[in-house]
């Protein structure tokens, strides 16, 4: 099965994760997961860009807590949802570096994540082919 909950990516040693509108499904997960595992040492910090409907369950909360308070690195998260930016806070509770912003800034989060100015136009870039593999994506209908 094609991935269609979300696209990643490693740019300039930073995670990139692009949600669809939808919450991740287990084999999108997993398949982030093993990528991100694989390549802890090289990543300095993650961004997430993560529309209203791409809230991420309990375990999946838990497992970005976990890697994130084993390597250290900063997570900034992109979204104009309520609920997710709460999340984000609720994770910093745990003691992992989280901020989100809402989607006008992405400026402020790539700072955040200290990637150069010079290069937020690749970041940019790279973010918008990712949602547009994701495009059309929405959750089923009951």
Aim: net charge positive; no cysteine; hydrophobic share 50%.
């Amino acid at each position: 099965m094609a991935a269609n909950s979300l696209r990643f990516d490693i740019v300039d040693r930073v995670f990139v994760v692009v949600h669809a509108d939808v919450p991740p499904d287990d084999d999108d997960w997993r398949r982030m997961t093993l990528v991100r595992d694989a390549n802890r040492l090289k990543i300095r910090g993650n961004l997430v860009l993560a529309p209203p409907r791409a809230s991420i369950n309990a375990a999946q909360r838990a497992d970005v807590a976990s890697f994130m308070k084993q390597t250290g690195v900063s997570i900034a998260v992109v979204t104009d949802s309520a609920l997710i930016r709460g999340v984000a806070l609720a994770v910093a509770f745990l003691g992992v570096q989280v901020r989100a912003f809402p989607s006008s800034e992405l400026t402020s989060a790539l700072n955040f994540l200290i990637v150069p100015a010079s290069r937020y136009a690749d970041f940019a870039r790279r973010i918008e082919s990712m949602r547009a593999q994701l495009a059309g994506v929405h959750r089923a209908s009951p």
